[in-house]
C-alpha cells in the first residue's frame, strides 16, 4: 500500500490568535492530538496581511483559518474540522447517533453563520464608532436564540455528555462576547458550558493568550 508523503507531513495552520475561527480549528486538533504548525497571519498589521497577494494565493477570501494538509489547502473552519474527523483518529466530534450530530451541525451553524460573520474584524471595522454596540446586539441576539437550543440538547457538554464540534464553536464565541462586553450571565447554560470546556487541556492550550503570535501585553 502507498502512502502519499502529503499524509506524513504536519498540517500547516495559517490563523491569528484571536481569530475565532482559528481557534476552533486549533481546538479540533488538540482534541485529535494532531501536532501541527502554525503560520501568523496578522489581521492588523499592515493593513491586514491576509489581504495580500501571496494569502489570497492561499485562500481567495482573504480570511484565516486555511490549512495545509494531505496536499491540500483548506479554508473555512466546518470545513476544516470536518476533514479532520473524516481523515483522522482520537475522540470523535460529531456524536454517533443522527439525531445528535444534526443537533451538533445546527448549534455549529447558528454560531458560525449566524453570530460570528456580523461580528467578524472585517466588518465591525466597516461599522466604525458604532462597532462596540453592533457586535453586542448581534452577538446578543444569536445568545437569546442558542440559550433555550442548548437547555434542551445540553448534558455535560453541548449536546449531549461528549464534546463535539458545538462545544468547539461555543467557546471562542463566548470569548467574544466577553471582549465585546455582553453579559453573559443571562444565558446560563451557555455561561455553565463554557466554564467547563475552558478547564479542559484541549481548550486551554489553544487560548489566544498562549499562542506564537499572542503580543505580550495579552500573554498569560
Request: with cysteine.
Amino acid at each position: 500500500m502507498r502512502v502519499s508523503l502529503a499524509f506524513l507531513n504536519k498540517p500547516i495552520l495559517h490563523g491569528y490568535f484571536r481569530s475565532s475561527c482559528s481557534w476552533r480549528v486549533r481546538i479540533a486538533f488538540a482534541l485529535k492530538g494532531i501536532e501541527y504548525e502554525q503560520v501568523p497571519v496578522n489581521l492588523i498589521k499592515d493593513g491586514g496581511q491576509q489581504l495580500t497577494e501571496n494569502f489570497k494565493a492561499l485562500n481567495p477570501m482573504q480570511q484565516v483559518p486555511a490549512v495545509q494538509i494531505d496536499g491540500i489547502t483548506l479554508s473555512q473552519s466546518l470545513a476544516i474540522i470536518q476533514y479532520i474527523e473524516e481523515t483522522r483518529p482520537g475522540p470523535r466530534l460529531l456524536p454517533a447517533d443522527p439525531m445528535q450530530r444534526a443537533q451538533v451541525r445546527m448549534i455549529c451553524d447558528l454560531i458560525a453563520s449566524g453570530i460570528q460573520p456580523v461580528q467578524n474584524l472585517y466588518v465591525i471595522q466597516k461599522i466604525g464608532a458604532d462597532k462596540m454596540q453592533w457586535a453586542q446586539h448581534f452577538i446578543d441576539r444569536g445568545f437569546q436564540a442558542l440559550e433555550p437550543i442548548l437547555k434542551e440538547t445540553a448534558g455535560t457538554f453541548c449536546v449531549g455528555d461528549e464534546i463535539s464540534m458545538a462545544d468547539i464553536c461555543l467557546v471562542p464565541q463566548v470569548y467574544n462576547a466577553e471582549r465585546f462586553k455582553v453579559d453573559v450571565n443571562k444565558f446560563p447554560t451557555i455561561k455553565r458550558l463554557n466554564q467547563a470546556l475552558v478547564e479542559l487541556e484541549a481548550f486551554k492550550v489553544t487560548h489566544p493568550s498562549c499562542q506564537p503570535d499572542t503580543p505580550a501585553d495579552l500573554k498569560t
